[in-house]
């Protein structure tokens, strides 16, 4: 696991203080380099606020790959013998990309809180369990999408209790080509922490508004 720290911070600022510097030059710049360099104009983690883990999946190389990821939560519950015991649920999404500008990455929000966030159904087994699948054609576009190999993500869950991640944090899963990976694949985590991001947005705050329109569902479904 890797954080957004470091060398890419470093520049993120300098790139900030250059574009603030700019007066009103800095319109030139458009509101997605603006929110690379300083995050101000839509989120990008979730926030405490929101309760949502946002899970980034990032498809870097030339095939159709379609993600499997897994959110686990734990539960303490009362069962007959009145003894409270833990009960672990889980949360699987599949979400396809493709290599082709916008289409090559999507995101998934997991409600708080959560305990482990994985590739594959079953994340206790990430040298196993297939992770990502690549589709057997990368045209978008195309009626024939069948499910191709699958590819195991070896790379342990992450896992909050051991300070990995927290509610509001993002989680990024990114597949680039290597020729040591399986299939020729390898993937890379990454953890966007909430805390230091900005509070205030020039644009919509997407997973409060998010929150928002659960809330109304809920409350219409009532």
């Not at 007066?23 to 995050?39: C, E, H, I, P």
């Not at 979400?95 to 929000?109: D, I, K, N, Y």
């Not at 409600?111 to 054609?137: A, H, K, Q, Y």
Request: hydrophobic share 40%; proline share 6%.
């Amino acid at each position: 696991m890797q954080r957004f720290v470091g060398g890419s911070a470093i520049l993120a600022t300098a790139l900030a203080a250059l574009v603030s510097g700019c007066g009103s030059n800095a319109n030139l710049f458009s509101d997605s380099f603006r929110n690379f360099v300083s995050g101000d104009v839509v989120p990008l983690t979730p926030g405490v606020p929101s309760q949502f883990v946002l899970v980034r999946l990032v498809n870097n190389t030339r095939n159709a790959l379609e993600f499997v990821a897994t959110a686990e939560r734990d539960f303490l519950v009362t069962d007959t013998s009145g003894n409270q015991v833990v009960e672990v649920t889980t949360e699987t999404v599949r979400l396809r990309t493709f290599p082709v500008e916008t289409a090559s990455e999507v995101g998934a929000l997991f409600d708080c809180p959560i305990t482990r966030i994985g590739l594959g159904e079953d994340i206790n087994r990430p040298g196993s369990e297939p992770g990502v699948f690549v589709l057997e054609n990368a045209d978008p576009e195309s009626l024939n999408l069948a499910r191709g190999f699958g590819v195991p993500a070896n790379v342990n869950p992450l896992d909050s209790t051991a300070g990995n991640f927290g509610c509001g944090d993002t989680v990024v899963y990114r597949v680039i080509e290597s020729d040591s990976g399986v299939g020729n694949l390898k993937v890379e985590t990454f953890v966007l922490p909430w805390a230091g991001q900005p509070t205030e947005f020039t644009g919509p705050h997407t997973f409060n508004n998010a929150r928002i329109f659960i809330e109304e569902q809920v409350q219409e479904d009532e």
